[in-house]
T-cell receptor, first 115, second 112 residues
Framework: EPEVTQTPSHQVTQMGQEVILRCVPI?????FYWYRQILGQKVEFLVS????????KSEIFDDQFSVERPDGSNFTLKIRSTKLEDSAMYFC?????????????FGPGTRLLVL | KQEVTQIPAALSVPEGENLVLNCSFT??????LQWFRQDPGKGLTSLLL?????REQTSGRLNASLDKSSGRSTLYIAASQPGDSATYLC???????????FGTGTRLKVLA
């Protein structure tokens, strides 16, 4: 069964450093998402992406964050200058969108720790 | 602003019991609602998706209902098994948006 993959599974970085989290969505999906989950808290929406542009973003997704689909298969989340509070599990998700195919498929996540 | 609440926060039941997990949301103008399962340290697996025009969906031992007007959804698990132990999350997509708002989840433990 096709699945969403994410790399790396774990990343440790120093505050102020840039990180890039990578995702490979399911190949025929059209909509892509990033969510985050701080330990013990709710899963929070960050951004949705369709047709090579951001379709919606949350208040969390400020100028420090950016997303890109550089080559038609990868979908990346970049954090330009990490802060301690960026430590969380980051999930990528993809969906076909539209009726029965709107099920969101999540990747296994990248655990980011900012020191 | 849409808020999603799940009760109970945690539940422990003996194997074989039927159980109900509850999800409530404050804004009834939703596009759809999904129930997910999350195993510790893992990603989310979609269990059931209910469109706003539907009242229930079934998959195997799982049945989810939706009462949009009262802002409620329930997930019914029949004949629970130890393998059902996980955190169950509901998420709501509001009309006119792409984003899902998640509840805090119900942590289920099924005892053998």
């Amino acid at each position: 069964e096709p699945e969403v993959t994410q790399t790396p599974s774990h990343q440790v970085t120093q505050m102020g450093q840039e990180v890039i989290l990578r995702c490979v969505p399911i190949s025929n999906h059209l909509y892509f998402y990033w969510y985050r989950q701080i330990l013990g808290q709710k899963v929070e929406f960050l951004v949705s992406f369709y047709n090579n542009e951001i379709s919606e973003k949350s208040e969390i997704f400020d100028d420090q964050f950016s997303v890109e689909r550089p080559d038609g298969s990868n979908f990346t989340l970049k954090i330009r200058s990490t802060k301690l509070e960026d430590s969380a599990m980051y999930f990528c998700a993809s969906t076909m969108m539209g009726g029965r195919e709107e099920t969101q498929y999540f990747g296994p996540g990248t655990r980011l720790l900012v020191l | 602003k849409q808020e999603v609440t799940q009760i109970p926060a945690a539940l422990s039941v003996p194997e074989g019991e039927n159980l109900v997990l509850n999800c409530s949301f404050t804004d009834s103008a939703i596009y759809n609602l999904q129930w997910f399962r999350q195993d510790p340290g893992k990603g989310l697996t979609s269990l059931l998706l209910i469109q706003s025009s539907q009242r229930e969906q079934t998959s195997g031992r799982l049945n989810a209902s939706l009462d949009k007007s009262s802002g409620r959804s329930t997930l019914y698990i029949a004949a629970s098994q130890p393998g059902d132990s996980a955190t169950y999350l509901c998420a709501v997509r509001a009309s006119g948006t792409y984003k899902y708002i998640f509840g805090t989840g119900t942590r289920l433990k099924v005892l053998a």
